[in-house]
T-cell receptor, first 120, second 109 residues
Framework: GAVVSQHPSRVICKSGTSVKIECRSLDFQATTMFWYRQFPKQSLMLMAT?????????EQGVEKDKFLINHASLTLSTLTVTSAHPEDSSFYIC????????????????FGPGTRLTVT | GQNIDQPTEMTATEGAIVQINCTYQTSGFNGLFWYQQHAGEAPTFLSYNVLDGLEEKGRFSSFLSRSKGYSYLLLKELQMKDSASYLCAAMDSNYQLIWGAGTKLIIKP
């Protein structure tokens, strides 16, 4: 149980275009979802935390108008990178947490497989 | 401020034992996680400690001392597939994970 999927796994886009990444919890309801970015040989950097039905909380230095996060349901969150530039090329990973009502640990974050974004 | 420290890189021999240390400073504490991450892949959960002591799970064990702000991950009978980065993360009072930079473990035959 506790499976999280991400789509697409890899995407190449041109500079100036927008890219949407989907994160789905397949067998549980995710009350909280997290979006991370990871540059090569670096650790995870939390970008934002989103709770279902409310606005995402962005970490300092992350532009909320550039990285649009929508958590419209308990099983789906999307990250849209708007007007992408080459410096946005990175590995984007989502994770989901169930909360205290479900059978899974309320503290553990279950990670998706990641999305490799390359902006040319 | 909140901070996690772990070594950048470690090297060990196949079949041996290695201990990866992690020290943390957080605003409140709700547990310590260890994740394994292979290159180009997402992290996978290894362990969660919230009480002091040693938790054993097969070849991997994790230890926590809350008074010292210290944890370690112990890997026994190392295999080549254990070559990966190992991430230490402490959960603060807001249930947010504070991540270490990761320890790259290199296993040599």
């Amino acid at each position: 149980g506790a499976v999280v999927s991400q789509h697409p796994s890899r995407v190449i886009c041109k500079s100036g275009t927008s890219v949407k990444i989907e994160c789905r919890s397949l067998d549980f309801q995710a009350t909280t979802m997290f979006w991370y970015r990871q540059f090569p040989k670096q650790s995870l950097m939390l970008m934002a935390t989103s709770n279902e039905g409310s606005k995402a909380t962005y970490e300092q230095g992350v532009e909320k108008d550039k990285f649009l996060i929508n958590h419209a349901s308990l099983t789906l969150s999307t990250l849209t990178v708007t007007s992408a530039h080459p410096e946005d090329s990175s590995f984007y990973i989502c994770s989901a947490r169930e909360g205290e009502q479900g059978p899974h640990s309320p503290y553990e974050q279950y990670f998706g497989p990641g999305t490799r974004l390359t902006v040319t | 401020g909140q901070n996690i420290d772990q070594p950048t890189e470690m090297t060990a021999t196949e079949g041996a034992i290695v201990q990866i240390n992690c020290t943390y400073q957080t605003s409140g504490f709700n547990g310590l996680f260890w994740y394994q991450q292979h290159a180009g892949e997402a992290p996978t959960f290894l362990s969660y400690n919230v009480l002091d002591g040693l938790e054993e799970k097969g070849r991997f064990s994790s230890f926590l001392s809350r008074s010292k702000g210290y944890s370690y991950l112990l890997l026994k009978e190392l295999q080549m597939k254990d070559s990966a980065s190992y991430l230490c993360a402490a959960m603060d009072s807001n249930y947010q994970l504070i991540w270490g930079a990761g320890t790259k473990l290199i296993i040599k035959p």
